[in-house]
């Protein structure tokens, strides 16, 4: 099967370039954006040899994966909301995953901390997928899938970004420090499929933004579908741990923990761990 955009995208002016092979999907969409080009603009590729997360961290992507780009025309957006298109993505991937699993979400806790498991009676094909701050989707608690935002000021003073996604569909990585997932444990869908549904939800989730005058409205939907929301969590930083419990991300999209003396505390990055793991931390 090949990679191809929903009817939706396509109407919106959403292109594609799809490759057999690439070192990284956000750095050829980049490339395309030091070359002239505006988007939107989706790249694509079945193998990816040199993609990258969030602080340079390697991100493994063999075929049967989905490593897809996104350059996306940012004109008339405030150059402090552009990195609340990270929670546009949220939304719209974790939406795009339930979509290619015909999950039905409801009767499954929102609250699922990192680690957890299903509720009794919940068949694994009914896996629990939430948003996990700042850029993860989880799978029953498990790493699924990452998002990268990065932006570049290019030549002139036009701005480029590019909203990449990683998804482990076929294979998950091994020997990683955190447990990982693969959609294949639980789905019988691929990775085409998903980017279908991935470019239909984006469309979706990116009218609601509206340039970033609809962020609240996508925070209310990204909290909708996080996990760890009013349980422990604990947040590694530099030279401190903060814990408390996750309250909720404010319109600036960051972590807002209430500490156990009552105080509040906001934060901007941080290795955040949930639920169980957050005692343990």
Known sequence: MQFRLSQAARSEGHRLHSHDRLDSTNSEAMRLAHGGEAGPLWVTTRRQEAGRGRRGNAWTSP????AASLLLPVAGVAPEMVATLGFVAGVALVDAIRDACRLDPSPLSPQAGEGDALPQGIAAAHAAIHLKWPNDVLADGRKLAGILLEA??????????????GVNVAAAPEGLPYPAAALSAFSAADAPRLLEFLSERFVEAVRIWNKGRGFSNIRRRWLERAAGVGAPVSVRMAEVTLT????????????????PDGTRRTVTAGEVHFGRAATAA
Not at 153 to 165: E, I, K, N, S
Not at 244 to 259: H, K
């Open 152 to 165: 570049e000021t290019l030549p002139g003073g036009r701005r480029a970004v590019v909203v990449g996604f």
């Open 63 to 66: 075929e049967g994966n989905l």
């Open 244 to 259: 408390g419990i996750f309250e909720t991300i404010d319109e600036g999209g960051r972590l807002v923990i209430l500490a």
